[in-house]
């Protein structure tokens, strides 16, 4: 497994737009992927989980992959949060 914490950069957070981005991305990959803040959990290859977190700008987000392509998915959905968020 591997993991890493961002600060959401966005000035609207992980709204509608990004969070369905976001979960297209993950949905290219095998691995389980998901995103935390504040003790709750989504699975960030579902637009409602991602959206449901409601992280605004300045919030830490952690986000988790596990799986059999883990390393590429960890490359790609880490890029996508440096780009995107």
């Known amino acids: 497994m591997k993991e890493f914490r961002y ?12 969070a369905g981005f976001l979960a297209q991305e993950a949905q290219k990959h095998a691995s389980e992927i998901t995103i935390s803040k504040t003790g709750k959990t989504g699975n960030a290859k579902k637009l409602f989980s991602v959206m449901s ?11 988790k992959v596990e799986g059999p392509d883990e390393e590429q998915a960890f490359e790609s959905i880490q890029s996508f949060f440096k780009t995107n968020l």
């Open 7 to 18: 600060v959401i950069q966005d000035e609207d957070g992980i709204h509608a737009r990004p």
């Open 53 to 63: 977190l409601a992280a605004k700008k300045g919030e830490e987000v952690t986000v």
